[in-house]
């Protein structure tokens, strides 16, 4: 029997300045991103860079978001995340040209 569940994928947390794994399906279940939003915390712009991947480091063909910026203060409610799924065992990676200068949050559904 398959559940559904809605959880929060990413807690808020602070995108450091190079690529890393933000969350990481469980290997069982499938995950699908409802909401990622992105703050920048900072006086300046900043870019951010996300995408899935099955295993390792991001690339050009696994990139949905490429150094995109982020003005001073702003939130930025990610359409292209909206309704993405994370396949069992993938992850969501993101990082930043700024350490500790974007916060990250995503919400979705969990489905085992």
Known sequence: M???????????????NA???????PTQATAKVGRAVFCNTTASAVTITAGITTGGALTA??????????????????????GAVIPAGSSLRAYANAAASITLMASGLLIQ
């Open 61 to 82: 063909a696994t990139t949905v978001i490429a150094a995109r910026s982020i003005a001073a203060g702003e939130s930025y409610v990610s359409p292209e995340l909206s």
């Open 2 to 16: 398959t559940t559904i569940t809605q959880v929060q994928l990413v807690a808020p947390q602070q995108l450091g």
């Open 19 to 25: 690529d890393a794994s933000v969350y990481l399906a």
